[in-house]
């Protein structure tokens, strides 16, 4: 297949615009072209006769046989369908003088269709998608692009036309907020007094544990803001320790999750869907522009949709903010690379991933260690296996109130010892793995073994002082936030630990390191020496007072919060 259009065969061109031979006044939609190309891009080639100023390119070969060029040829539009080649180098920047990048697979697996809308953010595009089953649960999950049904021509304009329009929305306010950084603030707070720009109001949030305990922002030296994942609650206990360790230090925080979720404390909750719109971003940079210091948690957006979907798109924003300090705080599998931790640990959480998704996590990943590399910014993490992907980070450790998870019944003094185990997420924890093991020994009466899933904080809270052993996670490398809280309330925990990485930072967690493979060995140890489990016990409440009471995560945050 030749390319057309201005493109010349053999030719290298930076960009996809010039490889067409377009003026910056003509609009373009880019498609990354693959087997399962369908409908979604015949649809809209037969939307072109509605859209005189729109030009198609398509970057890569058309599959052998396909005739879409010859639907263009007869619907009158085949000068502005452009086949090039797909550049050799830097996608992102090749496809960056678009405006709109479609996804059109039909069928296969959701993996290409991630990593084509992975590709078109990068690159600073506005998602267009017809409405098959992998797009459009991609895009409602994550509330990004804007869909239309394949096969509908007429739809496929409107949703063009819609898809420019926000995107111009976004640039406008882009613009504004980059260029106006001391203006904006009076213009917000005079818009959020008349509530104009305010979304209607949500109808009540689940309760949370507890209300903000940390110090509102004020006029306070140092006015740091965080946000927006607040995974396990951990970006609200950031805040809770760092303004009790530091009296020059106030904070807001900011989350954005799906509706419906538990609500940790935070001073403003957000919807995805909200994030999109332009009242919420410009309320977002109003608050920006009130820090002196930001802590941009698992490398989500700050500015909701404003700039994209990751901190990369809005770090050019946040550089021109004047006296910002801005810093990186990853979590997991924000940049936990899925093919080195297969290298690392033959039994990977990996190897449990629902379909599609390692692909999409490898994508993220890469994104995020390039953006940990080249920012220059300092960057963290909350678990020590991170180290591996991000071996520049600090360890700023996991946050609890130890008191409020302590236990006055001693462990494992039952005939028949309770065991808990209670995954966030299945595959993450390797649950499938966990529980033939703990069943059969429940089964056969050596323990009372109890999975947990969904339950409400403070019901949590007691399951785990009344249990006598906690199995955390098998297949990570680290422990995560409940195997803290069970070590706060004094139980053996077991978990799998990457010896070298603790090694490496000089820890040792009072921890039982177990696999899937030796998860009953480990059980079955702690039963026939049940002292041994109980000064285990007794040690973990001493390593959670000396590690995770926030002390030493406050102490992390120290260079930064200058």
Same mark, same amino acid.
């Given at each position: ?69 010859? +639907? ?9 369908? =452009?086949?090039?080649? @797909?550049?050799? &180098? ?25 990593? @084509? ?5 990068? #690159? ?24 239309? +049904? ?7 304009? +409107? ?29 917000? /707070?005079? #818009? ?59 904070? *807001? ?71 910002? /300090?801005?810093?990186?705080? &990853? ?8 093919? +080195? =931790? ?86 993450? /924890? ?68 990457? *010896? ?32 041994? &489990?109980? *000064? ?10 000396? =590690? ?6 406050? #102490? ?7």
């Amino acid at each position: 297949m030749t390319s057309s259009g201005g493109a010349t065969a053999g030719q290298v061109h930076r960009t996809v615009r010039l490889a067409c031979g377009l003026s910056p006044n003509d609009r373009l939609v880019v498609c990354l072209a693959g087997a399962d190309l369908v409908q979604g891009l015949a649809t809209l080639i037969a939307a072109l006769p509605r859209l005189p100023r729109h030009h198609v390119a398509l970057v890569g070969d058309l599959p052998p046989g396909d005739d879409l060029l010859d +639907r263009a040829e007869r619907l009158g539009v085949r000068g502005r369908v =452009h086949v090039v080649p @797909a550049p050799p &180098g830097d996608l992102a920047a090749f496809l960056g003088s678009a405006e709109l990048g479609l996804v059109g697979y039909e069928r296969g697996t959701g993996a290409p269709v991630t990593a @084509a809308i992975q590709a078109y953010r990068a #690159a600073g595009l506005t998602v267009l998608a017809a409405e098959t089953g992998p797009a459009r649960g991609f895009l409602t999950d994550n509330d990004l692009g804007v869909l239309f +049904r394949a096969g509908d021509p007429a739809g496929g304009v +409107r949703a063009v036309r819609q898809a420019l329009r926000e995107r111009s929305r976004s640039f406008q306010a882009a613009r504004w907020v980059i260029g106006r950084p001391r203006r904006v603030a009076g213009a917000l /707070k005079r #818009a959020v007094r008349r509530r104009s720009l305010l979304p209607a109001p949500r109808p009540a949030a689940p309760p949370t544990p507890a209300p903000p305990t940390w110090r509102p922002l004020g006029d306070t030296p140092i006015r740091l803001g965080l946000g927006t994942a607040n995974h396990a609650g951990q970006l609200s206990a950031f805040a809770w320790a760092i303004c009790r360790n530091r009296p020059d230090v106030s904070a *807001e925080l900011v989350v954005a999750q799906a509706p419906g979720r538990f609500r940790h404390p935070a001073d403003q909750h957000l919807t995805f869907q909200q994030q999109r719109l332009l009242s919420v971003q410009l309320a977002q940079a109003e608050r920006v522009f009130g820090y002196t210091h930001l802590l941009a948690d698992a490398f989500r957006p700050v500015l909701g949709y404003l700039n994209g979907d990751h901190i990369d798109a809005d770090l050019p924003t946040l550089r021109r903010v004047p006296g910002l /300090k801005v810093a990186l705080l &990853g979590h997991g599998s924000e940049v936990r690379h899925p093919a +080195r =931790h297969r290298e690392r640990h033959g039994h990977s959480m990996f190897l449990d991933a629902p379909p599609g998704i390692e692909a999409q996590l490898a994508t993220l990943a890469e994104r995020s260690q390039r953006v940990a590399r080249d920012s220059g910014l300092p960057v963290f993490v909350t678990t020590l296996d991170l180290l591996s992907d991000l071996p520049q980070a600090t360890w700023a450790p996991l946050v609890l109130d130890v008191d409020v998870w302590a236990s006055d019944r001693p462990p494992l003094e039952r005939a028949r010892p309770v065991v808990l185990h209670a995954p966030s997420n299945r595959w993450t /924890k390797g649950t499938d793995r966990i529980l033939p093991v703990l069943t059969e020994l429940h089964d056969r009466g050596a323990i009372d073994f109890r999975l947990v899933e969904g339950m409400p904080w403070s019901e949590m809270r007691d399951l785990v002082r009344d249990a006598d052993i906690v199995v955390d996670q098998l297949v990570m490398g680290s422990y995560c936030a409940f195997a803290v809280e069970g070590m706060a309330a004094g139980r053996p925990v077991v978990a799998f630990l990457d *010896e070298q990485v603790h090694r490496d930072a000089g820890i040792a967690p009072p921890i039982v390191n177990a696999t899937p493979a030796t998860l009953r060995t480990a059980i079955e140890s702690l039963l026939d020496d049940r002292a041994r &489990g109980a *000064e285990l016990g007794a040690r973990s409440v001493e390593y959670v007072r000396e =590690h995770h009471d926030g002390r030493r995560t406050a #102490a992390a945050f120290a260079d930064f919060l200058t």
